[in-house]
């Protein structure tokens, strides 16, 4: 019941990253609105993820599970009738909301009805790889459904998947909760989101428009202040969602970032890369979907084959490696051009694949190791959360660099093909107020070609710095695991 209810929180990941294209069509949207599209599922996964385990130790994990179901099928029937880009935000919220609420429910769930832990540990992987399956199958999902009827159906799936769990669950599970008097910590609570979707607000809407507009300006403040906040409630509180005791250890802090890190990378990428596929070199979402296969199913079957080398490759080593290998495989895709063949593509994605691998399976469990044992629980939902902040993050950060790159190096591509300097003004600020699809539908004649052709020159140099930027912040993650990720001498209580 855990992977099934964890593979539905996650299917949408990767669903939707691959059928952006066909969003963006479907609603002429620009690309901040692309943007929000994928932060909107994944923030709500951020911001609430630490406080639904604490409601599930106090009012029971079967519940939060069940209601994470909920959530999760409301939110995909919102999206599957969305008439507009608002309706199809309010329904991945609400998909991101059930996530939050299966992914601490589905590991305690497996906790309670495994307490031996070496079989817990092996339950915990095959878990882990259940995560990671969604993340493979979503793009073929979407492919096949794509090629058939519109997109809006890639929602439907979720839907019979989410609800027969629901009423298996009635009988099969049995309710738990955590010993002890944790309460619910509401201020941190509040503190936590208001600064995680503060941040991501700001950061998409300075990149749409500009970093100095009042109201970009005005987010970011309160997200700095909200942070703040959140690091003085949590520090004074009895029952702390997050406790500031964690990072008394510098290997759980290093664990944090680097989960960061990986899924603003991960997730990021999937995001450029979908649009560098429909946009740039015209691929259906089907064949989209088997070039994001290759990322996907290599990191899952490199999760698998990682769990067991655990127990005689340090953490360290493990995780060190996974991060070399993804910014090596990040730089070499800086390479890829308009024609690029998927045989040319595929040793690049499955490098990617091999390095995310490495790192995500040892990941939690380095956290875990890092922190005595009464917080061990705390760790790994910590992580979590990071994770989801980066998540977050990847999209909204990619999104402005890619947009604000391609608009600035569109004129001189435009020029380049020997288009005219009154018809370049025009298409660079039609770029520039509706994202980069209006190109295709302006109706430029004879320049038609010459200006797609240009526009993906334009995309390839903002897809460059993308991946240059997220190589760097890969290799910075590696440079901190060598430094910090070190195991504790003694695991004491």
């Known amino acids: 019941m855990a992977c099934v209810g964890v593979f539905v929180a996650y299917l949408p990941v990767t669903t939707v990253s691959v059928s952006l294209p066909a969003i963006q069509r479907a609603f002429q949207a620009t690309t901040a609105q692309l943007s929000w599209v994928s932060a909107a599922f994944v923030l709500p996964m951020a911001a609430l993820i630490l406080t639904a385990g604490v409601v599930g130790d106090v009012h029971g994990r079967k519940k939060v599970f069940q209601a994470g179901l909920v959530f999760a099928t409301a939110g995909a029937a919102v999206a599957l009738f969305a008439d507009s880009t608002a309706t199809l935000l309010v329904g991945q919220a609400l998909a991101g909301t059930g996530a939050a609420a299966l992914l601490p429910s589905t590991l305690a769930l497996i906790s309670h009805a495994v307490p031996d832990p070496h079989k817990r540990g092996r339950m915990v992987g095959i878990w882990a790889a259940s995560l990671m399956a969604a993340l493979a199958v979503g793009p073929l999902v979407a492919g096949a459904i794509l090629d058939h009827v519109s997109w809006r159906w890639i929602f439907l799936p979720a839907v019979p998947v989410a609800v027969l769990t629901l009423a298996a669950s009635v009988p099969l599970l049995t309710d738990s909760r955590a010993p002890g008097a944790r309460r619910l910590d509401w201020p941190g609570q509040f503190t936590a989101a208001l600064a995680i979707t503060a941040l991501v607000y700001g950061v998409i809407e300075g990149g749409a428009g500009s970093f100095t507009e009042a109201h970009v300006v005005s987010a970011l403040a309160l997200s700095a202040v909200s942070l703040t906040a959140f690091v003085l409630i949590e520090r004074r509180s009895a029952s702390p969602m997050l406790t500031p005791e964690l990072f008394r250890s510098p290997a759980f802090g290093a664990t944090a970032l680097i989960a960061m890190i990986t899924f603003l990378g991960l997730i990021g990428f999937f995001f450029v890369l979908s649009l560098y596929f429909g946009m740039v070199q015209q691929l259906g979402t089907l064949d989209t979907a088997y070039r994001m296969l290759v ?49 040319a593509l595929s040793w690049r994605l499955a490098l990617l694949g091999l390095g995310l691998g490495m790192v995500i399976t040892p990941m939690t469990n380095a956290a ?59 298409i660079t600020d039609a770029v520039d107020s509706g994202g980069l699809g209006v190109v295709g539908g302006m109706g430029l004649g004879p320049m038609q070609g010459r200006a797609l052709a240009a526009l993906s020159d334009a995309f390839l140099d903002g897809l460059f710095l993308c991946l240059v930027v997220s190589a760097s912040l890969t290799l910075v993650a590696a440079l901190v695991s060598v430094l910090l990720l070190r195991p504790r001498p003694s695991r004491e209580q």
Do not use: K, W, Y
Not at 338 to 343: D, K, L, P, V
């Open 295 to 343: 990322v996907t199913a290599v990191s899952l079957v490199t999760a698998v084959l990682v769990a067991p080398l655990m127990r005689r490759v340090s953490t360290q080593a493990l995780i060190t490696t996974g991060l070399l290998l993804s910014a090596g495989a990040l730089l070499s895709l800086t390479t890829v051009g308009i024609a690029t063949s998927f045989a």
């Open 368 to 426: 875990i190791a890092s922190v005595p044992l009464r917080l061990a629980g705390m760790a790994a939902a910590g992580n979590n959360a990071f994770r989801q902040v980066g998540g977050a993050l990847g999209p909204a950060l990619m999104g402005v660099l890619l947009t604000t790159r391609t608009v600035g190096t569109l004129p001189g591509h435009l020029a380049d093909a020997g288009i005219d300097p009154a018809t370049t003004e025009r």
